[in-house]
């Protein structure tokens, strides 16, 4: 099977807050996160959920079947910092 990818940069929360809903979908159905994404009350669940439609319609342009679609990886990886002056 091919991969399939989608990726969402310069999110603005912390890595570690969108790490908690992450690893709640990694390895699940992609359908089953998608409905498990839509009742988590965080705020990273939008941006996540937002991703992996993006990666569902990559693999729906890859005529990829959709019944079987998993999340296989999922990584936050930290960006850039803000920088906050006091003048």
């Avoid at 937002?50 to 342009?61: F, I, R, T, Y």
């Avoid at 079947?65 to 910092?81: I, K, S, T």
């Amino acid at each position: 099977m091919t991969d399939i990818r989608a990726e969402l940069n310069n999110l603005p929360l912390s890595a570690q807050k969108v790490r908690l809903v992450i690893d709640l979908i990694r390895g699940m159905k992609a359908d089953e996160a998608l409905d498990l994404l839509r009742f988590t009350r965080k705020r990273a669940s939008v941006f996540v959920e937002k991703v992996l439609k993006s990666a569902m319609a990559n693999a729906d342009e890859k005529e990829a079947d959709l019944d079987r679609l998993y999340v296989v990886e999922a990584r936050v990886d930290e960006g850039a910092r803000m920088k906050r002056v006091s003048p």
